[in-house]
């Protein structure tokens, strides 16, 4: 299973920021919507519910 990598992240973010859906962000970055899914649950912002990408990163 590949990982998602920092640039990857970093378009996420900015895709989400510009009201992106997840399914328009997996087409865009070649990825299954799931994995953006978790992604984004898995690194969001515990008080915010914003997609984090540098602590994604870490």
Do not use: C, W
């Amino acid at each position: 299973m590949a990982h998602i990598n920092q640039e990857q992240r970093y378009v996420i973010t900015l895709m989400l920021q510009q009201g992106k859906l997840q399914k328009e962000i997996a087409l865009f970055i070649n990825r299954s919507p799931s994995v953006i899914s978790r992604e984004i649950r898995r690194n969001r912002d515990a008080k915010t519910g914003i997609y984090e990408s540098n602590v994604a990163q870490r």
